[in-house]
């Protein structure tokens, strides 16, 4: 809807205000994924920044402008380009306000004050080459109306923010039984409301400039069995195409698919602890398999994956 906004309002004189993004997950649940995977279909460059790195305008650390630098570094430094392009801020959770501090929150407040401006859409001089400004460095402007920012974090202890929420709203009497519902619910983040941010610490002029609050849920079991399955180009495929080079058939039984989702849910850091887990047991057959030109078909098992055993292996020209 965004880029179909960015079309109509270069036909006719009716403006439709753009509906920046907050996503709302825990770690690995897939925000940073999701934005990738748009800014691919839609074939438009995406810069990706941690909000931790950013400070007030005057102090050490990356000032807001740095953003538009990385955007337009990935660009090319096409402007035009850049200037319909996603912006995603990683971890912004992290800036919210500092509670009960006596020195000036540069890291926190100030910088959500500071992406006001950009978010709603201005000119801004932005650094070329570089993400800082100084004398040498020269700048160009970049009109922010048409970026599409899109904002995510994990919000620890939002969750308890609004259950109390919900619990205080209830009426007298069963205020224990709710809470209780309420901290079982695995979609309680999908009740967050814009009060919920600002009690975390999010002041109403930045929640105002993302409008749009997407929520996720911590991925399960099935839902780790299907990103080792689905995707095209999912890990398990990249190892089988590879040992296919050799000749080589890799197969995974259901059991190594589920212990591996085992394995990643205990870690619990989300999707990307599938790569790690699935590397440390891939090491050594990619080093050992393709040395034996015998080896026809490697089978990978639960047992396996759980360092109980070996893999299956059959030899070239042996029944299935």
Do not use: W
């Amino acid at each position: 809807n965004h880029y179909k906004r960015v079309l109509t309002n270069t036909m006719d004189d009716i403006e439709i205000e753009k509906s920046n993004m907050l996503m709302i997950g825990p770690t690995g649940s897939g925000k940073t994924y999701i934005v990738k995977t748009i800014a691919k279909l839609l074939n438009v460059p995406l810069a990706i920044t941690d909000a931790t790195t950013l400070t007030e305008a005057g102090y050490i650390g990356d000032d807001v402008e740095s953003i538009l630098s990385k955007l337009l570094a990935v660009a090319g430094n096409d402007v035009e380009k850049a200037e319909k392009g996603i912006v995603f801020i990683d971890e912004i959770d992290k800036i919210a306000k500092k509670k009960e501090t006596h020195s000036r929150d540069v890291s926190g407040e100030a910088v959500q004050q500071g992406l006001l401006k950009i978010l709603e859409g201005s000119d801004v001089e932005v650094p070329v080459g570089s993400t800082s400004k100084n004398a040498m460095t020269p700048t160009t402007i970049m009109n922010t109306r048409n970026i599409l920012f899109i904002c995510g974090g994990a919000f620890p202890d939002l969750e308890e923010i609004i259950t109390n929420r919900l619990t205080k709203m209830s009426s007298i009497g069963f205020g224990a039984e709710l809470r209780d519902t309420y901290e079982k619910d695995p979609q309680i983040l999908s009740k967050v409301t814009n009060e919920d941010l600002r009690t975390f610490g999010m002041i109403p002029e930045f929640l105002g400039r993302l409008p749009v609050v997407y929520t996720l849920q911590a991925l399960d079991k099935d839902m780790y069995i299907k990103i080792l399955k689905e995707p095209k180009n999912a890990i398990l495929k990249q190892y089988k195409k590879l040992l296919a080079l050799d000749e080589v058939d890799l197969q995974f039984d259901d059991s190594a698919y589920e212990e591996i989702a085992n394995l990643a849910m205990d870690r619990n850091t989300g999707a990307r602890a599938l790569r790690s887990i699935i590397e440390e047991f891939m090491l050594d057959i990619m080093y050992q398999i393709p040395r034996d030109d015998s080896i026809g078909r490697v089978i990978i098992t639960g047992d396996y994956i759980r360092g109980k055993g070996s893999p299956i292996i059959k030899l070239r020209g042996t029944d299935d």
